[in-house]
Nanobody, 118 residues
Framework: QVQLVESGGGLVQPGGSLRLSCAVS????????MGWYRQAPGKERDMVAT???????NYVDSVKGRFTISRDIAKNTIYLQMNSLKPEDTAVYYC????????????WGQGTQVTVSM
């Protein structure tokens, strides 16, 4: 079974940077789209950024110009570079992979905490 494992979360001051990684146990090309979602306490899980198999990225408006999603196919890993972090970016960040196999299936990592605070 495919597994997604996130790393790179932590505590950072406002204006700082973090890079999240998501390692896939199989090939990332298994998924037609991968991405990062986040969930703050008491809120729903929302999309932050996605990247297609063709390499096209998409971002929620609140992170455009600050976050960059990328991938390393050889390492079967996707990344989320987060710059100019704000307290409102505080959340648990989840890696997602979506595949099609006689139906659409979502795979999720366990999540990594990102806290932006003085």
């Amino acid at each position: 079974q495919v597994q997604l494992v996130e790393s790179g979360g932590g505590l950072v001051q406002p204006g700082g940077s973090l890079r999240l990684s998501c390692a896939v146990s199989g090939s990332i090309e298994t998924f037609y789209r991968m991405g990062w979602y986040r969930q703050a306490p008491g809120k729903e899980r929302d999309m932050v950024a996605t990247i297609t198999r063709a390499g096209f990225g998409n971002y929620v408006d609140s992170v455009k110009g600050r976050f960059t999603i990328s991938r390393d196919i050889a390492k079967n890993t996707i990344y989320l570079q987060m710059n100019s972090l704000k307290p409102e970016d505080t959340a648990v960040y989840y890696c997602n992979g979506r595949m099609w196999n006689a139906g659409e299936y979502d795979y999720w990592g366990q999540g990594t905490q990102v806290t932006v605070s003085m």
